[in-house]
């Protein structure tokens, strides 16, 4: 049995010591000042672009030029015409709210309501739910 005997301890003092400051704390404010007070030499440099956005700025022309160019209309796809028509339909052939078509196939009613708007993008996942809960066929030819 190890440890077994009289108990003795160290009562030698331990001693703790900061770590000296590394660079970002020698360019702080205090740091700085403190340095000044005592006299010490204290060297600055000044960047060259410092206090401007040049550099960020600077490659915006070309980009500028080609967004001002484009022509193309990019525009998300919005739920066809027949389709809200025929989930409103069947929606009110089963006799059923929005909220309630929403809380069948566990969406929002807003989700609902944005499908017969015709303002959501489509999503056939949802569709699918949609012609499960409501038991007609949305995609495809009929």
Same mark, same amino acid.
């Given at each position: 049995m190890a440890g077994v005997g009289p108990i003795s301890q160290d009562w030698e003092p331990v001693v703790i010591r900061k770590k000296a400051p590394n660079a970002a704390a020698k360019k702080d404010e205090k740091a700085v000042n403190a340095a000044r007070r005592a006299g010490a030499e204290i060297e600055t440099v000044r960047k060259a672009n410092a206090g401007t956005n040049r550099a960020a700025s600077s490659? @915006? @022309?070309l980009n500028t030029r080609k967004l001002d160019e484009e022509t193309e209309n990019l525009a998300h796809d919005r739920v066809p015409t027949e389709l809200k028509k025929a989930i409103m339909q069947a929606r009110m052939d089963k006799k059923l709210t929005q909220s309630q078509l929403a809380q069948l196939v566990n969406e929002k009613?807003?989700?609902?309501?944005?499908?017969e708007s015709g303002k959501a993008i489509p999503n056939q996942q949802l569709i699918v739910k949609l012609e499960r809960a409501l038991?007609?066929?949305l995609r495809g030819k009929k």
């Open positions: 490659s @915006t @022309t009613p807003q989700i609902i309501q944005e499908y038991g007609v066929k």
